[in-house]
């Protein structure tokens, strides 16, 4: 196996970030009428922010180079300097964003605790900020769905209900990151066009799951995008024909929805795997696209990611003997089976 491995193409598990445009998607992108976006001249890129907003229930969308950016701009539009952010203290908003929080808004974060990611309305209640001139002014909830580090975890509705209607008893802005959001809806069947009603804004990773080569949306109320666009330019975010890329983010909403449920089926399938092997002690169940799992102690995690790396298998480390395995549009069902057999022969290697 191991002598055949180098004429097979990689298998890349390290993230859903790493997909290729497929020729379809090429061919929309060439095809794409644009304009300078900064003068709001791109009909591409008002098409994606359109579709992308009607789709979410909201008012109007903003294009951006990534997520973080758009989180980034969707909190600085939020908060104030002085004022504080709930979030789970495993968010990318807070752990994966440079510490842009603070860079960006001067704005202090209240880190609470959740339940692989996931955090209740009693959690957010308790963390509000009373009247007091020691203390911040609370004035955003930020959620992720799905949750990364929480191995692709998926809010219920009715959670997202009551925190919503927590924040809004408190008045505090809702915003969330759902760079896989996608991933949640297939998942849990929840109905996009319902968001609307429980977040003030959106942002949506097109470059994940989906499989566009690059670009996040924002989406919010026509006033919220209008105030966000300015923090967009002054963040060097003002693209210019920015349609080709924008149409691949159309393609893909149009087209690589519904198959999510596929990467969906090869997790679980790679979970049941993992936790047959000796050397792991450890499944977080996925609930979509994500597998994250412990090595037991004596399997180094450097020689289980180099085993796999020499049978064609790339992996990432998520922590000390924590590993992480993303199934994507790149993966299909002949890559599982070359992994479950390379996990077969990490097997008699350790
Ligand atoms: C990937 C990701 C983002 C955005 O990442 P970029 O690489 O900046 O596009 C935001 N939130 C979560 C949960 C993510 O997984």
Redo the contacts with the bound molecule.
Sequence with gaps: MSADSSLLPVIDLRSD?VTRPTPAMLAAMMAAPVGDDVYEEDPTVRRLEEAAAARFGLEAGLFCP????T?QIAIKAHTEPLSEVICEQTA?VYLWEVGGIAFHSGASVALLAGNRGRLTAAQVEAAIRPENIHYPTTRLVSL?NTH?RGGGSCYSWDDLVAISEVAKRHGLARHL?G??IFNALVATGQRSEDYGQVFDSISV?L??GLGAPVG?VLLGSADFIKKTKRIRKVMGGGMRQAGYIAAAGLYALENNVARLADDHRRATRLAETLRQQPYVAEVLNPETNLVIFRLQDSQPAAEFLQGLEQQGIRASSFGPQWIRFVTHLDVDDAGLARVEEALQQVAQLV
């Design positions: 970030t990534s997520g973080t950016m989180n990318h992720e990364n990151d760079a896989r990773c470059s994940k996040s």
